[in-house]
């Protein structure tokens, strides 16, 4: 196939996913009329493609299990702060003064 053929997201994964699934390159270029030069590259692309999928999801656990501790603690700020505030009222109903 000449210049001029654009290929959607959708054809190139359905080209490239015959080799991986071990079809010949030769016979899928052939049948698509795509070069294997092409073909490579966008299993290459893919391939890339995966392992940035995979490191994206490893640093998007890493940013929950972040939050959940920064959640914990929040939460353990806020009763820390509630407990001394009401010390505070205790400590003045106790020494007379306005609580």
Known sequence: MGKGKRWSVDEKLAIVMEGLRGAKVKDICAKY?????QYYRWRDEA???????????????ARNTAEAEKERLLKIIGE????LDLQKKLSRM????EG
């Open 47 to 61: 391939l890339e493609a995966i392992k940035v999928g995979f490191a994206d999801k490893r640093r998007k656990e």
């Open 33 to 37: 009329g795509v070069a294997e030069t």
């Open 80 to 83: 820390q702060a509630a407990a």
């Open 94 to 97: 106790w020494l007379g003064g």
